[in-house]
C-alpha cells in the first residue's frame, strides 16, 4: 500500500525532471531512421528523423582494410581503430560531423556503444559531382550495441542501426 502512495510522487518527479531539466532516457536504435551522410577517412552517421539523434561510426581508415565482404568487429574494451557513439542534440543538427564551418548545435548527451558488433561493407562506384574527391561508398550495420553515457556512466541496450551507400573519404572545405 505504501508503495501505491508513492507513486504520484515519482510520477510528478519524473514529469519534472523530464520538462525542466531536459533529462531522458536512453536512446533506442530503433529510432534512428532518418538521413545518412559521411566524410574523411572515414566518419559515418545517421541522424533520427527530427535529427536530434545520431549515431556516429568513426574508423581509422589508414588501419582497419575494407573489401567488397563485410569486414565484422567485435565492439569492447580492447576494440581499436573504430569507435561508434550516439550524440543527442536540443535542436536539428545540420552537418555537425562533416563541417569545418560550424553553426549547428552542440551535443547535449552523448553515448558512447562499449558492445556489440560492426560489419562494414565497401562497395565499388562512382562518386557523385558533388562528392568527386570521396573515395568510397560503405553500409554499415550496427548489431545488438549497447551504451554507456559519457556523464553518468548509465548503461543500456540499445539495438542496431543500419547505415547504407554512404560516401567517406572525403573532406569538407
Not at 11 to 16: D, G, M, Q, V, Y
Not at 71 to 83: A, E, K, Q, S, V
Request: aromatic share 8%.
Amino acid at each position: 500500500m505504501k508503495m501505491a502512495q508513492n507513486l504520484p510522487h515519482f510520477a510528478l518527479a519524473t514529469i519534472i525532471c523530464l520538462i525542466a531539466s531536459g533529462c531522458t532516457g536512453p536512446p533506442q536504435g530503433t529510432s534512428i531512421t532518418g538521413e545518412s551522410g559521411g566524410c574523411g577517412d572515414f566518419v559515418a552517421y545517421r541522424f533520427n528523423q527530427s535529427r536530434t539523434l545520431a549515431v556516429v561510426i568513426t574508423v581509422d581508415g589508414d588501419k582497419l582494410k575494407l573489401s567488397e565482404e563485410p569486414t565484422l568487429i567485435i565492439l569492447g574494451p580492447g576494440t581499436t581503430d573504430i569507435r561508434v557513439d550516439v550524440y543527442q542534440f536540443k535542436e536539428p543538427a545540420g552537418t555537425y560531423f562533416c563541417d569545418d564551418v560550424g553553426g549547428d548545435p552542440e551535443p547535449i548527451a552523448n553515448w558512447s556503444v562499449i558492445s556489440g558488433s560492426v560489419s562494414i561493407t565497401r562497395k565499388v562506384a562512382q562518386p557523385p559531382a558533388n562528392l568527386s574527391n570521396a573515395t568510397h561508398k560503405i553500409s554499415v550495420v550496427l548489431k545488438n550495441a549497447t551504451i554507456k553515457h559519457n556523464t553518468t556512466s548509465a548503461v543500456a541496450d540499445f539495438g542496431d542501426v543500419r547505415l547504407d551507400d554512404v560516401w567517406v573519404g572525403w573532406y569538407a572545405g
